[in-house]
């Protein structure tokens, strides 16, 4: 199963690029509210492991980190200056 097979069976219907490392980096365009439906998207599926431990949420910042089926997803948000993205990757 690909990276973008699992986005598609999440429902995360967003297109993206892969890094050298073979990561999956999804630009959410300046929109927090992109990173609220993704953020809620995953919590809501009781699939999806919430790895809360190693897991930030700040004023200025979040990193949110699941785990879905071998593949791990990080949700990332720089709320002071707009920058969200979500990379996936193969654990």
Do not use: C, W
């Not at 699992?6 to 993206?16: A, P």
């Not at 953020?39 to 700040?58: A, G, H, I, Q």
């Not at 979040?62 to 979500?86: L, P, W």
Request: proline share 1%; charged share 25%; glycine share 4%.
């Amino acid at each position: 199963m690909s990276i973008t097979d699992i986005l598609n069976e999440l429902k995360i219907n967003l297109k993206g690029t892969y890094s050298r490392d073979g990561s999956y980096v999804i630009d959410l365009e300046d929109s927090s509210d992109a990173f609220g439906k993704v953020y809620s998207t995953l919590d809501k599926n009781p699939e999806v492991d919430n790895m809360e431990s190693n897991s930030l949420l700040t004023v200025d910042n979040a990193s949110m980190y699941y785990k879905y089926k071998g593949f791990q997803i990080n949700i990332i948000a720089d709320f002071r200056n707009n920058h969200y993205k979500v990379v996936v990757s193969e654990v």
